[in-house]
């Protein structure tokens, strides 16, 4: 190792020391209430903000086989009302002039609301009223089914999401992590009113939720509201079974469509650890950032930057409560497809040969560290985290995470990579756009 | 009115002549510095208009740039997509660098290098004017926020009402030497500010020195004093374009608002959430929305409603602005209609629970403005240009409980003693 080498490592790894707690586990309390409900508080004392936070175990992952986009479907009706006197939950709080925000993934569903500290019995009347004791109407249904079917049309039109649904359909043919978390046209239309009804008797119990509380509020006080607010939500057994993994991947897995677009866009898809793998899964946190993160990523400096085979790039992992996918999408020329693919499997092959420097898995790590801190940048981004890992595993898990990524070795990466990023086991989706004339120069060995 | 933050401190760093500093503690790891720059008063003029976004453009590129190549710390603490961001109003500029708290220091060093040591490139130059015209194109394209535009023009006249991007002539005409003195003269003891958000309760040895670098960098002149508030007559009128690209008319009217840290600036945010929201007095206008030509859904939600109003800035030069699509034929409908909303609250129709709801809505709507600390540390460097402070939500929330009815009608009052409309007509 050159000297200045030396020197430059020297510091990175100095800077590493000292880095100070995102979330902080001193101030954070939580309790049980009697129904199950799990109620996590961590105080804020800042800025006279709270943010409420209720997550419920109610993703895609429990979507019934014929009815995908069910849980999706649940959280829009959830979002409106069936009273025209009264306004639907959104409207409540944008009434009230705070932010709501609600989002179904593939574990579980979120409602996060944003207010001055003072509103907090108030937004926690108000969730407890329209979530856990919410009144159905078919009309409703109906209604948000189009507008649900509106954002499917709207995502067919966008080449990234036409990739990504493509993807995890082709990587999971079996298992619920395939499906459309928003679902299908047809599988929409197979949703009734009692579907929905089911469904929401079925996981939105408190012994399946939790409540997140970040702001300037104090843990006692959260705990009577939420006593008062959501003591009378009656707990019942949820009754689901996980479903079977999914087998192993163990071919090259590909599928190519005809696309509208100029350029060809690909998205290649490497098995990536569950939550069940704390330490994979921080590893893999950090492979991710290598291909992705900052300007010196993998996509952007060498697939984009130098040796230019790319229009764009961006990697994607997220962590799931089951295994799921480390997620390469890119888009170029169309002539440069084939090159562009081989580079990516160069870089994958460069992973799987040889440990990261100890200076190069410092930097790593100070981008985990950054990007994290500004994830938890807000008390609705912390509640948002905290009720995350909540849903997955454990809130504890967004408070040990950095320490986690900190005691990730060079070994331990390699080994990662060589686990999941097998080059012959993955999965792969072409959008390649319409040849001219309607000559397809199909490529041999797709 | 000064509000005293709670664990905000005032200071001022370095020897000698020095600009303002403002800096709070913060809660967590995510921390920012801004440097915020105001435009001196005079100081451009209409055949410069632009100026300042082709500033905000050099100082982007050269930033990014910067980061690009430089194999810094700094580069590994910046979040991605939004480490660096330069944001401009015709009063100010502001340059801000989020990063992780401990990496403060090393932000701070990385704006007096490329922000204000290093001297604009004429090499970026071109790049820039290019990409300033771009985006011109495409805030023109914004219907609203041209239609703003033209009401700003006609309000507050001045540099207010240039347009924001400039025109392609007056960017032509601008060269680096004209901005680089421009940039000087902002960052002039008396025009700049440096926020620091996240600091600590006690900010330590290596912030305080990059900090006395930062500020010695900084062109010497006279001690920065809190500015007072510009004074500034607003005026009434109207202006029209034709625009064959929107479909319905797009009306703008404006009303000017006292500056920032007045009371009747606080009664004008009350004001404004008075009329805005689901169930605000412009959503409950059935009668009006019905005369606008439209064909309205039959469940409307706010979101979807004709008649929305827009943001009130921390500024020397607010204005409250509502936004109405309609038809050609109804825009003298739609502007009569806003104006007697103000006028209703200028006459004293006020509720009670009008009043309270408009109260908590504001105080809210503060709390979602406030919640980043990029926002944070440029907000709070805007309002110590303008002498005041950024109050919290629930210092905001005791200020908004001692508003009386009767300083509502005295804004509304004030408000109604000019009024601007922007308009865009959807003909050839």
Same mark, same amino acid.
């Given at each position: 190792m050159r000297l200045r080498e030396l020197f430059v490592v020297l510091a990175l790894v100095t800077w590493g020391l000292g880095w100070g707690a995102i979330l902080d586990a001193q101030r954070v309390k939580d309790m049980t209430l009697g129904n199950g409900l799990h109620v996590i508080v961590l105080q804020e004392p800042q800025w006279g903000v709270v943010s409420v936070g209720l997550n419920v175990r109610c993703g895609s992952l429990h979507d019934p086989p014929d009815k995908a986009g069910l849980s999706h479907l649940l959280e829009h009706v959830l979002f409106e009302s069936t009273d025209p006197t009264a306004p639907g939950l959104g409207l409540a709080v944008e009434e009230m002039g705070g932010y709501?925000?609600?989002?179904?993934?593939?574990?579980?569903?979120?409602?996060?609301?944003?207010?001055?500290?003072?509103?907090?019995?108030?937004?926690?009347?108000?969730?407890?009223?329209?979530?856990?004791?919410?009144?159905?109407?078919?009309?409703?249904?109906?209604?948000?089914?189009?507008?649900?079917?509106?954002?499917?049309?709207?995502?067919?039109?966008?080449?990234?999401?036409?990739?990504?649904?493509?993807?995890?359909?082709?990587?999971?043919?079996?298992?619920?992590?395939?499906?459309?978390?928003?679902?299908?046209?047809?599988?929409?239309?197979a949703i009734e009113l009692g579907d929905v009804m089911a469904h929401h008797k079925k996981f939105y119990v408190p012994n399946n939720a939790a409540l997140v509380v970040v702001g300037d509020v104090e843990a006692g006080r959260v705990f009577e509201a939420a006593k008062r607010a959501f003591g009378g939500w009656k707990a019942a057994e949820v009754g689901w079974q996980p479903p079977p993994p999914e087998p192993p991947l163990s071919e090259v897995r590909t599928k190519v469509v005809e696309s509208q677009s100029a350029a060809t866009v690909f998205a290649v898809g490497?098995?990536?650890?569950?939550?069940?793998?704390?330490?994979?899964?921080?590893?893999?946190?950090?492979?991710?950032?290598?291909?992705?993160?900052?300007?010196?990523?993998?996509? /952007?400096?060498?697939? %984009?930057?130098? =040796?230019? !085979?790319?229009?764009? &790039?961006?990697?994607?992992?997220?962590?799931?409560?089951? @295994?799921?996918?480390?997620?390469?999408?890119?888009?170029?020329?169309?002539?440069?497809?084939?090159?562009?693919?081989?580079?990516?499997?160069?870089?994958?092959?460069?992973?799987?040969?040889?440990?990261?420097?100890?200076?190069?898995?410092?930097?790593l790590k100070g981008l985990v560290y950054t990007q994290y801190a500004f994830t938890n940048e807000t008390c609705m981004d912390k509640a948002g985290s905290i009720g995350f890992y909540e849903m997955i595993t454990g809130y504890r898990f967004a408070f040990d995470?950095?320490?986690?990524?900190?005691?990730?070795?060079?070994? /331990?990466?390699?080994? %990662?990579?060589? =686990?999941? !990023?097998?080059?012959? &086991?993955?999965?792969?989706?072409?959008?390649?756009?319409? @040849?001219?004339?309607?000559?397809?120069?199909?490529?041999?060995?797709? | 009115m000064a509000l005293v933050a709670l664990g905000v401190m005032l200071a001022l760093v370095g020897e000698g002549q020095r600009p303002l500093v403002v800096m709070c503690p913060g809660a967590g790891e995510a921390a920012a510095v801004a440097l915020v720059?105001?435009?001196?008063?005079?100081?451009?003029?209409?055949?410069?208009?632009?100026?300042?976004?082709?500033?905000?453009?050099?100082?982007?590129?050269?930033?990014?740039?910067?980061?690009?190549?430089?194999?810094?710390?700094?580069?590994?603490?910046?979040?991605?997509?939004?480490?660096?961001?330069?944001?401009?109003?015709?009063?100010?500029?502001?340059?801000?660098?989020?990063?992780?708290?401990?990496?403060?220091?090393?932000?701070?060093?990385?704006?007096?290098?490329?922000?204000?040591?290093?001297?604009?490139d004429a090499a970026d130059f071109d790049e820039a004017r290019e990409r300033v015209l771009k985006r011109r194109d495409t805030w023109a394209a914004g219907?609203?926020?041209?239609?703003?535009?033209?009401?700003?023009?006609?309000?507050?006249?001045?540099?207010?009402?240039?347009?924001?991007?400039?025109?392609?002539?007056?960017?032509?005409?601008?060269?680096?030497?004209?901005?680089?003195?421009?940039?000087?003269?902002?960052?002039?003891?008396?025009?700049?500010?440096?926020?620091?958000?996240?600091?600590?309760?006690?900010?330590?040895?290596?912030?305080?020195?990059?900090?006395?670098?930062?500020?010695?960098?900084?062109?010497?002149?006279?001690?920065?004093?809190?500015?007072?508030?510009?004074?500034?007559?607003?005026?009434?009128?109207?202006?029209?374009?034709?625009?064959?690209?929107?479909?319905?008319?797009?009306?703008?009217?404006?009303?000017?608002?006292?500056?920032?840290?007045?009371?009747?600036?606080?009664?004008?945010?009350?004001?404004?959430?008075?009329?805005?929201?689901?169930?605000?007095?412009?959503?409950?206008?059935?009668?009006?929305?019905?005369?606008?030509?439209?064909?309205?859904?039959?469940?409307?939600?706010?979101?979807?409603?004709?008649?929305?109003?827009?943001?009130?800035?921390?500024?020397?030069?607010?204005?409250?602005?509502?936004?109405?699509?309609?038809?050609?034929?109804?825009?003298?409908?739609?502007?009569?209609g806003i104006v007697g909303h103000v006028r209703a609250v200028a006459e004293g129709k006020i509720t009670g629970a009008e009043l309270d709801r408009a109260r908590r809505r504001a105080v809210n709507q503060w709390a979602r403005e406030t919640a980043r600390v990029t926002d944070r540390a440029v907000l709070r460097g805007v309002a110590a240009l303008l002498g005041e402070e950024l109050p919290d939500p629930k210092q905001v929330a005791t200020l908004l409980a001692s508003l009386r009815k009767s300083e509502l009608q005295a804004a509304a009052q004030d408000m109604l003693k000019a009024v601007a409309m922007g308009v865009q007509m959807p003909r050839d």
């Amino acid at each position: 190792m050159r000297l200045r080498e030396l020197f430059v490592v020297l510091a990175l790894v100095t800077w590493g020391l000292g880095w100070g707690a995102i979330l902080d586990a001193q101030r954070v309390k939580d309790m049980t209430l009697g129904n199950g409900l799990h109620v996590i508080v961590l105080q804020e004392p800042q800025w006279g903000v709270v943010s409420v936070g209720l997550n419920v175990r109610c993703g895609s992952l429990h979507d019934p086989p014929d009815k995908a986009g069910l849980s999706h479907l649940l959280e829009h009706v959830l979002f409106e009302s069936t009273d025209p006197t009264a306004p639907g939950l959104g409207l409540a709080v944008e009434e009230m002039g705070g932010y709501i925000n609600a989002q179904t993934l593939r574990d579980f569903m979120s409602v996060e609301v944003l207010v001055a500290s003072n509103e907090l019995e108030a937004v926690l009347d108000l969730l407890a009223e329209r979530l856990a004791k919410p009144a159905f109407d078919k009309e409703v249904i109906h209604q948000e089914k189009q507008v649900i079917l509106r954002e499917i049309a709207d995502r067919s039109e966008q080449a990234d999401e036409v990739a990504m649904t493509a993807l995890w359909e082709l990587a999971y043919p079996k298992h619920p992590y395939g499906w459309p978390v928003g679902g299908t046209k047809k599988s929409l239309s197979a949703i009734e009113l009692g579907d929905v009804m089911a469904h929401h008797k079925k996981f939105y119990v408190p012994n399946n939720a939790a409540l997140v509380v970040v702001g300037d509020v104090e843990a006692g006080r959260v705990f009577e509201a939420a006593k008062r607010a959501f003591g009378g939500w009656k707990a019942a057994e949820v009754g689901w079974q996980p479903p079977p993994p999914e087998p192993p991947l163990s071919e090259v897995r590909t599928k190519v469509v005809e696309s509208q677009s100029a350029a060809t866009v690909f998205a290649v898809g490497f098995p990536a650890p569950g939550i069940d793998h704390p330490e994979d899964v921080c590893a893999m946190d950090l492979i991710y950032t290598w291909f992705n993160e900052g300007e010196g990523s993998w996509l /952007q400096r060498v697939l %984009v930057n130098e =040796r230019k !085979l790319a229009l764009g &790039a961006e990697a994607e992992f997220l962590t799931q409560r089951y @295994p799921g996918l480390l997620i390469l999408a890119v888009v170029c020329p169309r002539e440069k497809e084939l090159e562009a693919r081989q580079a990516v499997l160069e870089a994958v092959e460069q992973l799987r040969s040889a440990p990261l420097g100890e200076g190069e898995l410092a930097r790593l790590k100070g981008l985990v560290y950054t990007q994290y801190a500004f994830t938890n940048e807000t008390c609705m981004d912390k509640a948002g985290s905290i009720g995350f890992y909540e849903m997955i595993t454990g809130y504890r898990f967004a408070f040990d995470y950095i320490d986690l990524v900190e005691k990730v070795t060079p070994e /331990q990466l390699l080994d %990662v990579a060589r =686990r999941y !990023l097998n080059p012959d &086991a993955y999965s792969v989706v072409v959008l390649r756009p319409r @040849p001219e004339g309607g000559q397809e120069a199909w490529v041999p060995w797709l | 009115m000064a509000l005293v933050a709670l664990g905000v401190m005032l200071a001022l760093v370095g020897e000698g002549q020095r600009p303002l500093v403002v800096m709070c503690p913060g809660a967590g790891e995510a921390a920012a510095v801004a440097l915020v720059a105001r435009t001196p008063e005079g100081e451009l003029s209409a055949r410069e208009a632009g100026a300042t976004a082709l500033l905000g453009e050099l100082l982007t590129l050269r930033m990014s740039r910067a980061l690009a190549s430089e194999a810094a710390l700094l580069a590994r603490a910046l979040p991605a997509q939004r480490g660096i961001e330069v944001g401009f109003e015709p009063d100010y500029l502001a340059v801000t660098v989020a990063v992780v708290r401990k990496a403060l220091p090393e932000a701070v060093d990385f704006l007096r290098r490329w922000a204000v040591e290093t001297p604009l490139d004429a090499a970026d130059f071109d790049e820039a004017r290019e990409r300033v015209l771009k985006r011109r194109d495409t805030w023109a394209a914004g219907v609203v926020e041209h239609t703003a535009e033209l009401m700003v023009q006609v309000l507050s006249g001045g540099r207010y009402g240039w347009p924001l991007y400039g025109t392609p002539e007056s960017l032509r005409a601008l060269g680096v030497e004209r901005i680089a003195e421009l940039w000087r003269k902002m960052l002039a003891a008396g025009n700049v500010c440096v926020s620091l958000e996240g600091a600590g309760e006690t900010p330590d040895e290596r912030l305080t020195e990059a900090m006395a670098a930062l500020t010695g960098a900084l062109p010497q002149g006279e001690q920065a004093e809190a500015s007072p508030q510009l004074s500034r007559r607003p005026r009434g009128g109207a202006k029209v374009e034709d625009n064959p690209n929107v479909g319905r008319a797009s009306l703008v009217v404006g009303f000017a608002v006292e500056p920032y840290g007045r009371r009747g600036y606080w009664a004008a945010r009350v004001l404004r959430e008075m009329l805005a929201g689901p169930s605000g007095a412009l959503m409950r206008d059935r009668p009006l929305a019905a005369k606008l030509g439209l064909i309205l859904p039959d469940r409307p939600t706010w979101r979807d409603w004709p008649l929305q109003v827009l943001g009130i800035e921390v500024s020397g030069h607010p204005y409250l602005a509502i936004h109405a699509v309609t038809d050609p034929a109804a825009v003298h409908v739609a502007a009569e209609g806003i104006v007697g909303h103000v006028r209703a609250v200028a006459e004293g129709k006020i509720t009670g629970a009008e009043l309270d709801r408009a109260r908590r809505r504001a105080v809210n709507q503060w709390a979602r403005e406030t919640a980043r600390v990029t926002d944070r540390a440029v907000l709070r460097g805007v309002a110590a240009l303008l002498g005041e402070e950024l109050p919290d939500p629930k210092q905001v929330a005791t200020l908004l409980a001692s508003l009386r009815k009767s300083e509502l009608q005295a804004a509304a009052q004030d408000m109604l003693k000019a009024v601007a409309m922007g308009v865009q007509m959807p003909r050839d």
